[in-house]
């Protein structure tokens, strides 16, 4: 069954977006500032532009090859069984990503909200509905996004703000840290979190104007950058690199330091968890699926919504086999890094034989919706 194209370019970034700000950003200033102290700003902004390297492999790709996911134009670049190989490590690294981040959240919410609650309740409990979310074609899925995209920017950017009041410019000096000699795998492991810009490859083929993808990509990962980096420049500069160092969800901790105006809300912790399960939320739904769309296209499936409950149980178990949450944060910086060569190195290296070998797909015209296949 075909689909029209129905994606905008502001659709397509909403979903980078929302995609991109999910479960990391509780910890990012803590992961920013182990890396280089005050400098942390600095190594995000710089882990934002390894984002855009990989982002701009897999939007270019899209538009060489317009009808066409990474898992379709692979083979037709390298070949069926070496894209199969490729594909895989996708899909699996994928899967991986979405446990973790459901682990993740199964943590924060049993430490902060539910005590007495079993995080397997809580990780089942959202994959259950990212599995059942994914059910739906593309278009839904954007739409979702879309639906989600402003609940999670603006409240997000509203406690930034409200917060720089109690900041101080000198804890974000010197810029480039006091010791700079660990900022290269900070960015490494900050340019993981925009590993969500893989999604692109699926919402590409969808798009009315896939020659757009690129200037889509750029905004959407533009205003979650921006995001990030606003962040963690709040965060340093309301406690410091020192006792950020003491904290293991910076942002959490910055939420309850910021009032409203007027005193009206003592503190938007309780406001700011509320957007962050949303954002968290987005993020497992467009992990998971990459993770089951990417498997029912190098599979031949017909349907993608039998393998979504298939693979449930898995991704569950993955999820669930960190011990304690200073192993989990281990793993997950540890997978990210790696996840690099997949969603950096991978799309590279096919958009480098693709224009050497002048491989490129059907160019859609600009005044005929067509189908995708």
Same mark, same amino acid.
């Given at each position: 069954?075909?689909?029209?194209?129905?994606?905008?370019?502001?659709?397509?970034?909403? =979903?980078?977006? #929302? $995609?991109?700000?999910? @479960?990391? *950003?509780?910890?990012?200033? /803590?992961? +920013?500032?182990?890396?280089?102290?005050?400098?942390?700003?600095?190594?995000?902004?710089?882990?934002?532009?390894?984002?855009?390297?990989?982002?701009?492999?897999?939007?270019?790709?899209?538009?060489?090859?317009?009808?066409?996911?990474?898992?379709?134009?692979?083979?037709?670049?390298?070949?069926?069984?070496?894209?199969?190989?490729?594909?895989?490590?996708?899909?699996?690294?994928?899967?991986?990503?979405?446990?973790?981040?459901?682990?993740?959240?199964?943590?924060?919410?049993?430490?902060? =909200?539910?005590? #007495? $609650?079993?995080?397997? @309740?809580? *990780?089942?409990?959202?994959? /259950?509905? +990212?599995?059942?979310?994914?059910?739906?074609?593309?278009?839904?899925?954007?739409?979702?996004?879309?639906?989600?995209?402003?609940?999670?920017?603006?409240?997000?950017?509203?406690?930034?703000?409200?917060?720089?009041?109690?900041?101080?410019?000198?804890?974000?000096?010197?810029?480039?840290?006091?010791?700079?000699?660990?900022?290269?795998?900070?960015?490494?492991?900050?340019?993981?979190?925009?590993?969500?810009?893989?999604?692109?490859?699926?919402?590409?083929?969808?798009?009315?104007?896939?020659?757009?993808?690129?200037?889509?990509?750029? @905004?959407?990962?533009?205003?979650?950058?921006?995001?990030?980096?606003?962040?963690?420049?709040?965060?340093?500069?309301?406690?410091?690199?020192?006792?950020?160092?003491?904290?293991?969800?910076?942002?959490?901790?910055?939420?309850?330091?910021?009032?409203?105006?007027?005193?009206?809300?003592?503190?938007?912790?309780?406001?700011?968890?509320?957007?962050?399960?949303?954002?968290?939320?987005?993020?497992?739904?467009?992990?998971?699926?990459?993770?089951?769309?990417?498997?029912?296209?190098?599979?031949?499936?017909?349907?993608?919504?039998?393998?979504?409950?298939?693979?449930?149980?898995?991704?569950?178990?993955?999820?669930?086999?960190?011990?304690?949450?200073?192993?989990?944060?281990?793993?997950?910086?540890?997978?990210?890094?790696?996840?690099?060569?997949?969603?950096?190195?991978?799309?590279?290296?096919?958009?480098?034989?693709?224009?050497?070998?002048?491989?490129?797909?059907?160019?859609?015209?600009?005044?005929?919706?067509?189908?995708?296949?």
């Amino acid at each position: 069954m075909s689909n029209m194209r129905q994606i905008t370019t502001i659709q397509s970034a909403a =979903v980078q977006v #929302s $995609t991109i700000i999910g @479960v990391g *950003v509780l910890a990012l200033p /803590l992961i +920013a500032v182990r890396a280089a102290d005050s400098g942390a700003p600095l190594v995000t902004l710089l882990g934002l532009m390894v984002g855009y390297v990989g982002l701009f492999a897999i939007t270019i790709l899209g538009m060489r090859f317009p009808d066409q996911s990474i898992i379709q134009y692979s083979e037709v670049i390298i070949g069926k069984w070496l894209a199969w190989i490729g594909n895989l490590f996708a899909i699996v690294f994928f899967a991986v990503l979405t446990s973790l981040a459901a682990r993740e959240f199964g943590e924060v919410v049993v430490t902060s =909200v539910l005590k #007495s $609650t079993p995080v397997e @309740v809580t *990780v089942i409990v959202m994959l /259950l509905l +990212a599995s059942f979310s994914c059910r739906n074609n593309i278009i839904t899925f954007t739409y979702l996004h879309h639906f989600y995209f402003p609940l999670i920017l603006f409240p997000g950017l509203g406690i930034v703000v409200l917060s720089m009041k109690n900041a101080d410019l000198i804890n974000l000096q010197p810029i480039i840290g006091n010791d700079p000699s660990h900022m290269l795998t900070g960015v490494l492991t900050i340019g993981a979190l925009f590993q969500g810009t893989f999604i692109m490859t699926l919402v590409i083929p969808a798009m009315r104007k896939p020659q757009k993808a690129l200037l889509a990509g750029f @905004v959407g990962l533009l205003i979650a950058g921006g995001l990030y980096v606003a962040i963690v420049v709040a965060a340093v500069g309301v406690f410091g690199s020192e006792e950020i160092k003491n904290l293991l969800w910076p942002t959490l901790e910055l939420a309850k330091a910021t009032t409203l105006p007027a005193n009206v809300l003592e503190r938007l912790d309780a406001a700011f968890l509320a957007v962050w399960v949303t954002a968290v939320f987005t993020t497992l739904l467009s992990s998971y699926f990459l993770t089951i769309r990417m498997a029912s296209e190098m599979f031949r499936l017909q349907d993608h919504k039998a393998i979504s409950t298939f693979l449930l149980p898995f991704v569950f178990i993955l999820a669930m086999l960190p011990t304690n949450i200073i192993q989990l944060y281990a793993v997950i910086e540890d997978v990210g890094r790696v996840g690099l060569y997949i969603t950096i190195a991978y799309p590279g290296l096919l958009l480098i034989i693709s224009l050497v070998r002048k491989k490129r797909g059907n160019q859609p015209s600009d005044n005929v919706m067509e189908p995708l296949h």
